[in-house]
């Protein structure tokens, strides 16, 4: 994983132009807020456990933050290729949706800059962790600002088939620096939260709805299930997506359109809020389809951009480029449903 800040701000980068061919770590250890509750020792609390302790979960995140930094040290030592040993190491900290997209950023990695090559390797740690463990569940999440970007997210730990915690999602709390969770993370007396059930209705929505009405946006211009969705940073970017869809150049010849897709890992992390709503982390995913119209097959083909071609460089009729990624997405009991912000990259292209 690049460092949080650099993955926000590529976040729906999606609409890359297509030509046409003629004939063809945390650093600081603090404790959690003083209103977070501590533990007690009454017999109630002592029955219900999370997965980790504080310290156990601020140590798994310390190792996470170490091996990152190290696989993207690697990697940055390569200016052309990918490399299979930083993949590995990293597959040993993270997993899930955010090392589909970890992956792919490593094997685009000739088509970055030298400054994002460099800015990628750069080092980074996380400060001010505040940990949620929900109360009989085998996951937890952590609350924290990275250094030395201020970038603040939500981070979701998980085993992967029993091998060992994995860093599964990291997402922004918000599109911006000052940006903070809608209502604070619910906990009982013991300091441990709830877990809400992905099928379990919010509002308007549960969080496995969610994904469908974002990726409404893509493919309707949120005509449809996207309705159900209040207005944000993130609708409005997969909006103005949907609009300029086919305001490119070749537009003359080929068109392109959105179809969801299905994430390749559907584990959603949702939590519940002291006000009752429900925080959710949910993934999602969709194919970008750039097609010739009928009338050019014969004499023209599409040529993928640097970034396609690093998976096909084939010139082709079609380019079908598929997107990864995941929401943070807060449920109010009441209103429309809120996607605080997204993250997407293309992981393949065919």
Request: overall charge positive; proline content about 6%; some cysteine.
């Amino acid at each position: 994983m690049r460092t949080p800040p650099h993955r926000v701000t590529c976040a729906l980068a999606i609409a890359a132009a297509l030509t046409l061919s003629a004939g063809c770590g945390q650093r600081d250890d603090h404790d959690d807020p003083q209103n977070t509750p501590h533990p007690t020792t009454t017999a109630p609390a002592l029955a219900r456990k999370g997965a980790v302790t504080r310290d156990e979960a601020k140590a798994i995140l310390a190792r996470y933050v170490s091996v990152n930094n190290w696989a993207n040290a690697i990697q940055g030592r390569q200016r052309t290729s990918p490399s299979a040993q930083a993949r590995r190491l990293l597959a040993t900290v993270e997993g899930g949706q955010l090392l589909e997209q970890s992956v792919a950023d490593y094997k685009t990695w000739r088509t970055k800059t030298a400054t994002e090559q460099k800015d990628y390797a750069r080092p980074f740690y996380y400060v001010d962790p505040v940990v949620y463990a929900p109360a009989g569940e085998k996951w937890f999440a952590i609350e924290a600002k990275a250094d030395p970007s201020g970038w603040k997210g939500l981070l979701i730990f998980d085993q992967a088939d029993d091998k060992g915690w994995r860093n599964v999602a990291t997402v922004a709390l918000g599109d911006n620096k000052s940006a903070r969770l809608p209502a604070p993370i619910a906990t009982d007396r013991a300091g441990l939260a709830t877990a809400v059930n992905p099928t379990t209705r919010s509002g308007k929505l549960a969080p496995n709805q969610v994904a469908d009405a974002f990726e409404d946006h893509f493919v309707t211009g949120g005509t449809g299930a996207g309705q159900a969705l209040a207005s944000s940073a993130s609708t409005r970017a997969a909006l103005k997506v949907y609009k300029e869809r086919n305001q490119h150049k070749d537009a003359r010849a080929a068109t392109k359109s959105f179809k969801q897709a299905d994430a390749r890992h559907q584990q959603i992390y949702a939590l519940k809020l002291r006000d009752g709503s429900t925080l959710a982390v949910v993934p999602s995913a969709h194919d970008q389809h750039y097609v010739l119209k009928k009338e050019f097959f014969l004499r023209a083909k599409i040529t993928p951009n640097e970034e396609e071609a690093v998976f096909n460089p084939a010139k082709r009729i079609a380019v079908i480029d598929e997107f990864q990624g995941m929401l943070l997405a807060h449920l109010p009991t009441s209103g429309n449903p809120k996607i605080l912000s997204h993250e997407f990259r293309m992981v393949d292209s065919q």
